[in-house]
């Protein structure tokens, strides 16, 4: 039986099952020390003094004057200090670092620090500070918008979202051969890396491992980097091993959420629903360090005028500065917030034009042949009017629209897609690798990928074991340590699956070439060791142009239509999803029963974003954070699923898979939103919360 496309058994089930699973804070090494944090109480301002009000001799401290390297976290930008020297930028900057053998008595030490307290900056419409901006020009908007019959206008805001992650951060930095190892839960080790060796010199030996990880959905991407830095001072200068687990509210308060959005749209639309322009503003929330924002507005930018064909399209970003712990990457990052925009926007267009929402996305939604708003011209491979023909079908949508009217029940829908892997010149960029080992019982896998719970390990080894030709028992795949693994990219951006899994297929059957008739085993046993490493190559149509926004974005993209059914208390306005119907399509699913785990798990987060998690914002810090008010879906909270997955294989893909994690979080937002509009209730914002109900009924 192949392994592909069967529900196989997943490589850490039983480790997991059974608790031998070791998580970063199960490590214990002798003679460790705990860490702590000591960090800002004002969003703005300047350090004035710090005293340590307790006895530090059996204690270590660690400020800015004990970095040996440079002082700045190693990303897209090099703006955010490890620790705080003379100036504050938001509420939970980083200033001063202990650690002590004791917990107990770590968490009794008192740090007074006093401050030159300055005004801050809340409002990023009000921000000149400019992380980043982008413009995406296609025909001319100007010309073509008087020629509309209708224009439609329109402003829609997201809030942060917390990514509540089951393990919260969590590291142990170790001395060894005259630097340090680093154990810890994350994404991408070689991002963290890349930032130890800013931090402590390039000729600091550091190597990074990967621990077992308990979830991430983006916030495990570049935040692992300065807890890893912090943990790794206090190692170093105490020449103690030193673990630093963050506990939940630590964790909600001073790392990073998903970006706060304002995304203003003006769309011209004939009288028979054809887009003749449309014109976007999408205005991201940074807050005070650049982290992640520029690559956050560019899918989002990307992805802004949706999965429609318009010969005229205008989009303008900027991700700016705010006084706010810094915004980085959340499942999805960026396409959820504008693809929320359009999709709630398109149904105020239907409304305007006096049309069904379903045969407005039909007359434009993408078809293979037409042209994104980046000019790429979409392949065999699209599916975007076929998802949403199959949602509209399997729940009879247009019926029970008319059945639900003057009811408190309603339905709608979105319609929506997501760039697979890294944007336009990326992955050439990266220049990803992949291994494969013979070991003395089959095959062994030895990339950074990680497994985050999303199934990578299972997924990988599936398709090794289809492509070598061997039983999927003797694959094996080892543990993310940046000593011994190639550097295979990120673990984000849809791309684990499609472009790393292609890397393995490939290295597959070139080692296949060279075992001939023998078994990886039997290879091993006659000659020894044999590891076939390759690179990925991008397809060689791909023309990108980083400047202009010009070009093929992604090598291909996943599609998806929702339809969300709920009930709306007429006096309390708490809404009640009844149930979900989801229809995707991300190429092959490589094992079903991961792949539908990602779509309801992402479809629940989706929920959660539209209806229930809203962050609370006080002088610059989140003031909800508890799970006993920042509210997330358990299962009393999530509807029936009905999830159906289309295959339209991509050809560049293995076994014709595309990227999946992310595609699952672009719909229910939107899909919802338009549902509660068929009620009457004109929102535009999420999430919508029972207040912003009752506001947009008293208007």
């Known amino acids: 039986m192949p392994a592909v496309g069967n529900s196989v058994a997943r490589k850490d089930g039983i480790g997991k099952a059974t608790g031998r699973a070791q998580y970063a804070d199960d490590l214990v090494f002798p003679g ?20 340590l009000d307790f006895d530090a001799a059996s204690f270590t401290v660690v400020d800015h004057r004990d970095v040996p390297g440079r002082n700045v976290c190693d990303l897209i930008e090099q703006d955010q200090p490890f620790l705080a020297e003379r100036e504050v930028r938001h509420m939970a900057e980083p200033i001063v670092l202990l650690a002590h053998e004791d917990r107990e008595i770590l968490n009794a030490a008192r740090v007074s620090i ?33 020629g509309a019959d209708v224009v439609v206008e329109g402003i829609y805001r997201t809030g942060h979202q917390e990514h509540v992650y089951i393990e919260p951060n969590g590291v142990v930095a170790v001395p060894e051969d005259g630097g340090v190892a680093v154990y810890g839960s994350m994404q991408c080790p070689f991002y963290v890396i890349k930032a130890l060796k800013a931090l402590l010199g390039a000729n600091t030996p550091v190597r990074v491992v990967q621990t077992e990880t308990g979830g991430g959905f983006g916030g495990k991407e570049e935040y692992p980097s300065m807890i890893a830095g912090h943990a790794a001072l206090l190692a170093l200068k105490s020449g103690r091993p030193v673990k630093i687990v963050y506990d939940r509210v630590e964790d909600m308060v001073a790392t990073t959420k998903r970006h706060p959005s304002i995304v203003r749209h003006r769309t011209g639309v004939t009288k028979d629903g054809r887009l003749v322009a449309m014109d976007v503003d999408v205005l991201l929330d940074g807050g005070a360090y650049v982290t992640l924002s520029p690559v956050v507005l560019s899918r989002g930018c990307i992805h802004a005028a949706g999965p429609y064909r318009c010969d005229h399209v205008r989009i303008q970003g900027r991700a700016v500065f705010t006084n706010t712990p810094p915004n980085g990457a959340f499942r999805g990052f960026g396409a959820p917030q504008t693809e929320f925009a359009v999709e709630v926007h398109m149904d105020r267009v239907a409304e305007a ?97 990680t497994d ?52 393995l297929e490939e290295c597959a059957h070139e080692l296949r070439g060279t075992l001939g008739e023998l078994t990886p085993a039997e290879h091993h046993a006659r000659h020894g060791a044999l590891s076939v490493e390759r690179k990925y190559e991008p397809p060689d149509w791909i023309q990108w142009d980083d400047y202009t926004y010009k070009g093929d974005a992604y090598a291909t993209y996943a599609y ?94 293995p076994f014709g898979a595309k990227g999946l994690g992310e595609l699952p979080m672009d719909g229910p937002a939107p899909a919802v939103v338009n549902a509660l509009r068929h009620l009457g209730l004109d929102v535009r914002e999420v999430p919508a919360t029972p207040e912003v109900l009752a506001a947009c009924a008293s208007r």
């Open 32 to 51: 460790m020390l705990h860490g702590r944090t000591i960090r800002s109480t004002v969003p703005r301002g300047r350090i004035a003094s710090v005293r």
């Open 114 to 146: 006093d401050y030159d307290v300055e005004t801050p900056l809340f409002d990023p419409e009000a921000s000149a500070g400019v992380f980043k901006r982008i413009d995406i020009v296609k025909g001319d908007v100007d010309a073509a918008m008087p």
């Open 353 to 449: 034009l006096g049309m069904d929402p379903v045969t407005l996305r039909e007359i434009n939604a993408l078809r293979p042949g037409d042209t994104t708003a980046t000019g790429q011209t979409l392949r065999e491979d699209c599916s975007a009017l076929a998802c949403l023909e199959e949602a509209v079908r399997r729940t009879d949508f247009r019926r029970k629209r008319d059945a639900y009217r003057g009811t408190n029940r309603t339905i709608g829908l979105s319609l929506f897609y997501h760039g697979a892997g890294f944007t336009g010149s990326g992955e050439r960029h990266l220049n990803s690798r992949a291994r494969l080992e013979t070991t003395p019982t089959g095959v062994r896998i030895a990339v950074g990928s």
């Open 452 to 503: 985050i719970g999303q199934g990578t390990r299972t997924m990988h080894a599936q398709i090794v074991a289809d492509a070598l030709g061997v039983p999927y028992e003797t694959v094996e795949v080892a543990q993310p340590d940046t000593s011994r693994v190639a550097d295979s990219g990120p673990t984000v951006a849809s791309r684990t699956c499609m472009v790393v899994g292609k890397i």
């Open 560 to 653: 998806g239509c929702d339809v969300a059914e709920l009930e709306v208390d007429p006096d309390t306005y708490e809404v009640r999803p009844t149930r979900i119907t989801v229809i995707h399509e991300f190429g092959r699913p490589i094992h079903p029963a991961l792949a539908l785990g990602q779509i309801e798990g992402g479809t629940a987060q989706g929920l959660g974003y539209a209806l229930l998690e809203r962050v609370v914002m006080r002088d610059g810090a989140m003031a909800n954070a508890q799970l006993t008010n920042y509210v997330i879906p358990t299962t009393l909270d999530t509807p029936a699923m009905d999830v159906v997955m289309l295959e339209n294989r991509y050809a560049g893909g």
